[in-house]
């Protein structure tokens, strides 16, 4: 079964710094996809990046890149240059692509705070 | 880019009704619909994959009889919560995918609030 892992309940950055955000996965599947989503209090769910397990090379969406390490099964968030409006939730997910459903299944979260 | 809309935003119901969600995709014909339950400060938890035409799929430890799902169209899914009780108060989010696509193609609700009275 697949199963992500977040092992940072909550991190704190100051603004223009970097940040990273751990995230492990655990699969069977040889062919799947990665997602980091940030959720504002609002509650919708905002897609950062994607990265697909055949993709050699790691995503990189403006401030954000994936740190796609395979053999390691883990997929870190590098968001860049931290601003006070990145603060909110971060959920890293994943998706079996060979599975019947293709289910989008979620880590635990990090919450972030960028501090002035 | 495509668009997944829900709806209500927010719901309060008494104890005891039963209210419906809509979501629904408005560019794409969703062949495949996700619900997820979000208690506050916890993450999305899937609770069903709702297929056009077919019967939900349920994840273990959802009441289907409690949780009704209707995927009665390309660009439709319903989630009903029957006979609603305080605990079931909760962020409800769907995402909606087109099939069997690129896998970066599912795309998300704006969610909808839900406290039972």
């Known amino acids: 079964a697949q199963k992500i892992t977040q092992t940072q309940p909550g991190m704190f950055v100051q603004e223009k710094e970097a940040v990273t955000l751990d995230c492990t996965y655990d699969?069977?599947?040889?062919?799947?996809?990665l997602f980091w989503y940030k959720q504002p209090s609002s509650g919708e769910m905002i897609f950062l990046i994607y990265?697909?397990?055949?993709?050699?090379q790691n995503a990189t969406e403006g401030r954000y890149s994936l740190n796609f390490q395979k053999a390691r099964k883990s997929a870190n968030l590098v968001i860049s240059a931290s601003q006070l409006g990145d603060s909110a939730m971060y959920f890293c997910?994943?998706?079996?692509?060979?599975?019947?459903?293709?289910?989008?299944?979620f880590g635990t979260g990090t919450r972030l705070l960028v501090s002035p | 880019g495509a668009v997944v809309s829900q709806h209500p935003s927010r719901v309060i119901c008494k104890s005891g009704t039963s209210v419906k969600i809509e979501c629904r995709s408005l560019d794409f014909q969703a062949t495949t619909m996700f619900w997820y339950r979000q208690f506050p400060k916890q993450s999305l938890m899937l609770m069903a994959t709702?297929?056009?035409?077919?019967?939900?799929?349920?994840e273990q430890g959802v009441e289907k009889d409690k949780f009704l799902i209707n995927h009665a169209s390309l660009t439709l899914s319903t989630l009903t919560v029957t006979s609603a009780h305080p605990e079931d108060s909760s962020f409800y989010i769907c995402?909606?995918?087109?099939?069997?696509?690129?896998?970066?193609?599912?795309?998300f609700g704006e969610g909808s609030w839900l406290t039972v009275v």
């Open positions: 709702s297929n056009e035409g077919s019967k939900a799929t349920y």
């Open positions: 699969t069977s599947d040889q062919s799947y996809g």
């Open positions: 997910a994943m998706r079996e692509l060979n599975t019947g459903f293709q289910k989008l299944v």
């Open positions: 995402s909606a995918s087109p099939g069997q696509g690129d896998g970066n193609t599912i795309y």
């Open positions: 990265q697909g397990s055949y993709d050699e």
